[in-house]
């Protein structure tokens, strides 16, 4: 006896990830890395050849791709009504688990068979067609329950199993929520269907991350359904979701943040006909959106600004297309108290470019999934937040005269001018800087004022007099925030030269083009660094340095290949030098190296099918027969070095900035 039971849910998703090594052009998307991505099947794997959907979805997909790009191209078209109310979903939600308990009942599939258009797709999908639509509903369901992650665990579970001594069918997942002096519940029921020995199911889930400068994830959820001998030989169902929000991981020197969210739901028939040939139902909903973040002053998220395009679509072998884009415009702020929930969402303008009339079950579900994507990407811009928020990781402090270069006279006043610059651009942005005091402890000398802003062309000063006496590390802290980004502790410290010497470096690294490497076609890298480098004493005749800089980099072919490429890319490279020095022969032995991190590098590659942008991986690797070199240390003294292995070249140049004088022996 079958039971009836309203699917209030049709949403969800996971993480994601990507990265890896790329010389020669590939056709890998630039947004996901696959050499990253991990699978987790949520049931029993069956052979491969069952997740592989047909020939003719593709197809289909191919022709849904092509309307929906010719209705985009139209421009704006009608105004659609939209119910205000489903912009007041999320006030007052206290958790993820309240907020997609509201969201739910709007996202639920049971009035897609509405409307002539609707009937036909019914007709077309058979006389399952109800339970297709209640199996899309459960796939989504059941990925919206994995997206609530922790958070799950205040949505209790409870599974109902069959009394008759046989395997109990897949559960059914329903989120509901109470009245308002009750808990929420994500519970699961049965629901009857056909037989399970009916069909060969198999569900899984693919894992990705994005590109290191993005924060988010996506998941691709797929449900696939093969019809076994006697009752339904021939007969396969495809269930598909995907959602992959993501943000920039730093803003921008304007304090804006660009990301990103697209999600679907697919659900697909396919049959066989009396000669053999396939026949396919497909129906899609396809969201897109962009979106724009502001940061404040504070390094908060001021509002998210968004564009999103809802495709609705169905389209089959015997039946004919249809396909309805509408088009929204708005802004939300973030919930800071909660992760990121969305609030104040609004929006500005509603348009329909399709050529019919906007049905009105079209435009609640407009609503429902425009709230759907500020859900997913409010959490992304939260967790972007965090990360630009930990200190010095979108921005530095630079000072003029820098750290430790600065020689010590006591109860001598220096003003160092103080400014704020992001890591990648290397652009200066306005700042606010806090919490200047003395170090290593408070009142060794004094600095002042305590807090300052920085402006365009209007550098922060501070001004910091010396002890009487000298002390190891005596210098200033400082903090800084900005729409950029925070820095703080290490990056902010200014301090005076404790002795020592100072050294001008230059070093090249670069693929040899005569290489097997380089002439097989691969990404040719080629770097120079400049900068000086202060070396303190630490013990008797040892003195040892450390400084972060940024290495530029140019991406290249040594000829022109099939696919001819060029780009650029940086990589920040943290240096150390230490010198064993020789007092009677005023000679010292330098050892030195580094390490990189931040690596990002890219090249556009031209070919007969276009141009096109691929991120790589970056190879640069220092021959080790340089690393060591012995000299004078007399102020002017100079060594030049080359070197290779079979891949790279390598040139390194030091120069005596400031040597040893008598009193820091």
């Known amino acids: 006896m079958s039971a009836h039971v309203i699917l209030l849910l049709s949403v969800m998703l996971l993480p994601v990830g990507c990265s890896g090594e790329k010389h020669l052009p590939s056709s890998n998307p630039p947004e996901y890395d696959p050499n990253k991505v991990s699978t987790a099947p949520v049931a029993p794997l069956r052979p491969a050849a069952l997740s592989t959907p047909p020939t003719e979805l593709e197809r289909l997909r191919s022709k849904l791709d092509s309307l929906r790009t010719d209705q985009n ?33 709007g996202l639920s599939n049971t009035q897609i068979f509405a409307g002539a258009e609707g009937a036909a797709l019914k007709k077309a999908l058979g006389p399952d067609a109800d339970g297709m639509a209640r199996r899309m509903d459960e796939h989504a369901a059941e990925g919206l329950k994995r997206s609530l992650s922790s958070g799950a665990t205040d949505c209790p579970i409870s599974v109902w199993p069959q009394q008759n001594g046989r395997l109990s069918q897949s559960p ?102 009396p000669a053999g040939e396939p ?71 509603v348009s329909g470019f399709s050529e019919h009339e906007a049905q009105i079950k079209d435009a609640h579900l407009l609503g429902s999934l425009t709230a759907l994507m500020a859900y997913y990407a409010g959490q992304e811009y939260f967790n972007a937040q965090a990360e630009w928020n930990k200190p010095n990781t979108c921005v530095e402090i630079r000072f003029t005269p820098a750290t430790k270069t600065k020689k010590f006279s006591p109860n001598e006043s220096v003003s160092v001018k103080t400014e704020l610059r992001t890591k990648k651009e290397q652009a200066v942005v306005p700042a606010k800087f806090k919490e200047a005091k003395e170090k290593p402890r408070e009142g060794n000398g004094t600095v002042s004022p305590k807090q300052a802003e920085s402006a365009l062309g209007s550098p922060a000063t501070f001004t910091y007099t010396m002890p009487e006496k000298r002390v190891k590390r005596s210098g200033f802290w400082v903090g800084a925030v900005s729409r950029a980004g925070v820095a703080q502790a ?96 005023e000679s010292m032995v330098l050892h030195w190296g580094f390490t990189d991190e931040d690596g990002q590098a890219s090249w556009t590659c031209t070919g007969p099918a276009g141009t096109w942008t691929e991120q790589l991986t970056i190879s640069l690797v220092s021959p080790t027969d340089l690393h060591k070199v012995q000299m004078l240390t007399k102020t002017g003294t100079k060594k030049d070095l080359n070197g290779r292995d079979k891949k790279f070249l390598e040139s390194f140049s030091v120069t005596v900035v400031e040597g040893i004088d008598e009193e820091s022996r």
């Not at 139209?74 to 979903?89: F, N, R, S, T, V």
């Not at 006030?91 to 993820?96: D, F, H, K, L, Q």
């Not at 495809?238 to 993501?246: C, G, R, S, T």
């Not at 000086?532 to 450390?546: D, K, M, N, S, T």
Request: glycine share 8%; net charge neutral.
């Open 73 to 105: 191209a139209k421009g704006e078209g009608k105004k659609i009504p939209l119910d205000p109310a489903l912009l007041q979903l999320f006030n007052g939600a206290t958790n993820p688990c309240e907020a997609l308990s509201r969201l739910a009942p």
């Open 172 to 273: 059914r997942l329903v989120l509901a929520h109470t009245t308002s002096n009750q808990p929420f519940l994500l519970a699961q029921t049965t629901i009857p269907e056909a037989s399970q020995d009916d069909y060969d199911v198999q569900k899984s889930v693919r894992k990705e991350q994005p590109l290191p400068d993005w924060v988010g994830w996506k998941s691709t959820e797929t449900m696939t359904r093969i019809g076994k001998k006697p009752h339904t030989e021939g007969i396969r169902e495809y269930y598909e979701m995907v959602i992959a929000p993501k943000a920039k991981r730093c803003p921008d020197p304007a304090g804006i943040v660009e990301g990103t969210v697209e999600w679907s739901l697919v659900m697909y028939r396919a049959t066989t006909g």
């Open 279 to 349: 026949h396919g139902v497909l129906y899609r909903q396809l969201v897109q959106a962009t979106l724009k973040g502001e940061v404040d002053e504070d390094a908060k998220v001021k509002h998210v600004d968004f564009d999103v395009t809802v495709t609705l679509q169905h389209i089959g072998t015997e039946l004919a297309h249809s396909s309805h884009a509408y088009g929204s415009r708005g802004r939300f702020t973030l919930d800071q108290r909660q992760k990121g929930l969305p609030q104040e969402l609004k929006i500005i303008t």
């Open 490 to 585: 290490l990056d902010g410290e200014w301090e005076v030269a404790d002795g020592g010497m100072r050294l001008r470096i230059a070093n090249r690294i670069w693929h040899d083009p005569g290489s097997s490497y380089a002439l097989a076609g691969n990404a040719q890298f080629d770097g120079t660094v400049q900068f000086e480098i202060q070396l303190e004493r630490v013990a008797e005749g040892w003195f040892r340095g450390e400084i972060m800089t940024l290495r530029p980099l140019v991406v290249r072919h040594v000829r022109s290949a099939a696919h001819p490429c060029t780009g650029s890319g940086s990589q920040t490279e943290h240096w150390q030098a230490s010198a064993h020095v020789d007092p009677k022969t």
